[in-house]
């Protein structure tokens, strides 16, 4: 039960459709030493379901991989909860956020922060079946009337639960709002498990600051890890890397590297990333370098990660191509990366920039990207 420690780590969050085995390998070479499964569904993991026993598939190089269900009946629960002690997963988190409106109906998802009674008992009965710790992963609350987190966190304390990660918006704020810090801050001071703080971290000094103002264990990265997954890397060391556009491509490349040793490197295989990787770059076009003078002060400011993305004025038509919002961009991108050999992506890419007709100024980003 013990040998799980968070403390002064980051996290990668669970995503779902972004948390694929591929890119949590990237996040690990890139520094990441905890990761997390994409959220699956306890009762279809109970059921031996192919694709959600897929979620819980973790890579040799994944030290500590924890799997997050969602559930609505205890039962379900330590189910996928022993199913994921079995395959190999170092915890398994509940997941308590999920705002979509397939996951509440169901009773599960954000639900759980209005049924903390079921969720104490499913902590309780986790606690006590499974071999591995049991985390959970909370939201504010359900609404800003209703913020609730500091109790129910309390509650599930004195059931065992190992740790709490706290994303520190309600269901109903979605990304509107920044995440509330002060929050994270009253529910250390609040329990004696470990906290692990999340929301809005887009850079290294961010997550010093936010640690160190609110002294959680650790900070989980969401966002900021599909935007840059060297973000790791730059926390670790603690130290800010803004890689040249060749040297994003080296990573984009290596990506599908690992995408084709995981669906295989043939027309099925492609045909399966092709489900990822354009995606993926929905959020690496956000890339923008943020040095700390002077975005350290304005990330104080703004705090809202999607309102961080100043224009580049860079002339190297190759990063115009990688910032290119558009998702037929990412689309051309993705296939031009997929069909060259690793070697020669940067000379694939910069034929397609070549072609490129830049978006025109008024295209709103902001409105296209996910929250
Ligand atoms: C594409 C995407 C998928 C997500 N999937 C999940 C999920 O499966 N489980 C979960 O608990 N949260 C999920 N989240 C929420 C994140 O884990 C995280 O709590 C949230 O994005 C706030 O962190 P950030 O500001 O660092 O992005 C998802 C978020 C995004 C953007």
């Not at 985390?135 to 800003?144: D, N, Q």
Request: aromatic fraction near 8%; charged fraction near 30%.
């Amino acid at each position: 039960m013990t040998g799980l420690d968070f403390t002064g780590r980051a996290v990668l969050a669970p995503l779902t459709k972004g948390g694929n085995l591929p890119f949590r390998r990237l996040c690990v070479e890139l520094g990441a030493e905890i990761t997390m499964s994409e959220m699956a569904y306890a009762k279809k993991v109970a059921r031996g379901g192919r694709a959600e026993l897929a979620l819980l598939r973790k890579h040799a190089d994944e030290n500590c991989f924890g799997v997050q269900i969602a559930a609505g009946r205890v039962e379900d629960a330590v189910r996928a909860g022993a199913i994921a002690a079995e395959r190999g997963a170092a915890f398994v988190d509940i997941n308590c956020g999920c705002p979509i409106h397939d996951t509440i109906k169901r009773g599960m998802g954000a639900t759980m922060m209005r049924r903390p009674d079921v969720l104490a008992k499913m902590v309780e009965a986790m606690v006590k079946e499974l071999p591995i710790p049991v985390t959970v992963k909370l939201r504010s609350g359900w609404s800003e009337s209703r913020i609730n987190c500091i109790e129910v966190a309390r509650e599930l304390e004195q059931h065992g639960v190992h740790a709490i990660a706290l994303h520190a918006r309600s269901r109903e704020q979605r990304y509107t709002k920044s995440a509330n810090w002060d929050l994270i801050a009253e529910l250390v001071e609040s329990v004696s498990v470990p906290v692990i703080g999340n929301g809005d971290i887009l850079t290294w000094y961010e997550a010093r600051d936010r640690r160190a103002a609110s002294g959680c264990a650790a900070v989980m990265l969401g966002r900021g890890a599909l935007i840059k997954p060297w973000l790791f890397r730059e926390i670790r060391e603690s130290a800010t890397w803004e890689p040249t556009a060749s040297e994003r491509v080296a990573i984009y490349a290596r990506f599908v590297e690992l995408l084709k040793e995981h669906f295989r490197d043939d027309e099925k295989g492609r045909t399966r990333a092709m489900r990822f990787l354009p995606w993926h770059f929905s959020f690496f076009c956000r890339y923008r370098p943020l040095p700390v003078e002077p975005f350290e002060v304005r990330s104080r400011e703004h705090p809202l990660l999607q309102t961080r993305f100043p224009r580049t004025e860079s002339d190297d038509p190759l990063d115009r191509l990688l910032e290119d919002p558009r998702e037929e961009v990412h689309l051309a991108i993705a296939n031009a990366l997929w069909d060259a050999d690793p070697g020669e992506a940067e000379t694939a890419l910069r034929a397609l920039a070549a072609d490129h007709a830049p978006v025109d100024d008024d295209y709103d980003e902001v409105a296209v990207a996910h929250g």
